[in-house]
């Protein structure tokens, strides 16, 4: 399903697709964050490229605005909420300019630590 914006320019349609890769590359450029894990399968495996959807999930909610939910995995010995925290500034900034809709939520489910 795709979300539309509307603006000075016109209307465009945006898929959900679209604005899960944006978090995607937003917050993979967060100090700490190894990356992105499978939401059912825990940290089975670390996210390539081509499968960014299985770790973001977007939500459209009823006033317009969205919901992101991220699963992560972080490296060991850096502090879980200063990561979370940053990640959760540097997705909602990225998107918002970006698409120009309005994130309500970020929600960072932290799904295991990597030791390096």
Same mark, same amino acid.
Do not use: C, P
């Given at each position: 399903?795709? #979300?539309?914006?509307?603006?000075?320019?016109?209307? *465009?349609? /945006?898929?959900?697709? +679209? !604005?899960? &890769?944006?978090?995607?590359?937003?917050?993979?450029?967060?100090?700490?964050?190894?990356?992105?894990?499978?939401?059912?399968?825990?940290?089975?495996?670390?996210?390539?490229?081509?499968?960014?959807?299985?770790?973001? #999930?977007?939500?459209?909610?009823?006033?317009?605005? *969205?919901? /992101?939910?991220?699963? +992560? !995995?972080? &490296?060991?010995?850096?502090?879980?909420?200063?990561?979370?925290?940053?990640?959760?500034?540097?997705?909602?900034?990225?998107?918002?300019?970006?698409?120009?809709?309005?994130?309500?939520?970020?929600?960072?489910?932290?799904?295991?630590?990597?030791?390096?």
């Amino acid at each position: 399903m795709s #979300l539309k914006v509307s603006n000075q320019y016109g209307n *465009i349609e /945006i898929d959900k697709h +679209v !604005i899960a &890769q944006i978090a995607y590359r937003a917050a993979m450029e967060s100090y700490g964050l190894v990356g992105l894990a499978y939401k059912t399968k825990g940290i089975v495996e670390l996210l390539k490229g081509e499968n960014v959807l299985k770790g973001v #999930l977007v939500q459209e909610l009823e006033d317009n605005t *969205i919901a /992101i939910e991220l699963y +992560v !995995i972080l &490296q060991y010995g850096i502090n879980i909420s200063t990561v979370a925290n940053n990640i959760i500034d540097r997705v909602k900034y990225t998107v918002e300019n970006t698409t120009g809709i309005k994130v309500s939520k970020i929600d960072i489910n932290v799904q295991g630590i990597r030791v390096k």
